[in-house]
């Protein structure tokens, strides 16, 4: 008996650093070696990349993974892209159950396809299923399927600079009842969207409204996962700046009006003191910002790389610190982060009824955003190998 609860224990500890939920461990988990490709007879046409618009069309095929409470995960299946037929009364319908992740695959110089970072993508959906009690999986199998997915439709994937495959692993809670509950069914499948550059040539800068009567976020919330229903609820405030001149909200949080995000991405915001000393800001992870591989990236290069005049740091700050250093002169920079864009400048921040000016040193562009970008398009790219950031499909 003793020994019998010592390998119980044992396999719970490996499952757990695998990502599975305790409940799962007598079931079948995911497996990426039981694939099975079904390959399509009516290859679609594909765009010149000057047509690519995002998320409008999508690959030859798509990669899916049923689960069930009784059996655990079942057979991976990559088959011609395909519509959905559920139940009206299926959860995902009713009470979000839904989650998703937002990555890219680019493809090299060596017609090699790359994957960036996507150990963070898997860990991160892994965090949003616990959260709303869908099934967890080993995040190392879905990234050999995705793999294998890229390959199938390798052609879809374009050439060139800010050229990439948006891939948007997605998990729903598939149960037919209108009951609240666990949901005993779920489905993971990956669609494929090829997509070109955010900004056609160079960068854009935008325009951003502080928000603070709308919340994106709240302690105890999950605004730290990303499930779909964090975004419905961010349309409207977004139309309302856009009728006031503004493209993005500048999510602020509480009566202090902490900054925490931009749209849907991370910001970080650039100083220079009296002294001459610099600084990087970006909120920290308190619950309220989502956990952006972005976000993570700049963190970390800007940390190695950056010369010794600069601090990069995760703290609170607040739309009133913005305000009064831009009035002295210390806002030099300011953009936000994320997979779509990489990073997006921001020229100006509504609050109050005016407009605060961020200077924007070259071009369209401050100088380090320009750095960070091309610090980050070379890695995705696999023009320099850094970390293992870099994961070539196999
Ligand atoms: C709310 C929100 N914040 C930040 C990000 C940036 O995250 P990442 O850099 O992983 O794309 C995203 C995009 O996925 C997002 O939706």
Redesign the pocket.
Known sequence: MQIFKQILNTTCRKSLMKGQNINNIRKMSLDSTKLEITKTTTPKEKLPNDQLIFGKTFTDHMLEIEWTQENGWGVPKISPYHNFSFDPSTVVFHYAFELFE?MKAYRDTNNQIRTFRSDKNMIRMNQSAERIALPTFDGEELMKLIDKFLITDESFVPQGAGYSLYLRPTLIGTTASLGVGTPDKALLYVIASPVGPYYGTGFKPVSLEATDYAVRAWPGGVGNR?LGANYAPCILPQLEAAQRGYQQNLWLFGDEGYVT?VG???VFFAFKDSEGKKELVTAPLDGTI?E????DSILQLCKERLPSEWTVVERKFTIHEIEERAAKGELIEAFG???AAVVSPIERIGWKGKDISVPITAGDAGELTTQVAEWIRKIQYGEEEYKNWSRVAK
Do not use: D, S, Y
């Open positions: 937002g990303k995000e849907t991405m991370n989502l952006g591989v972005t976000r982060a994320g997979t």
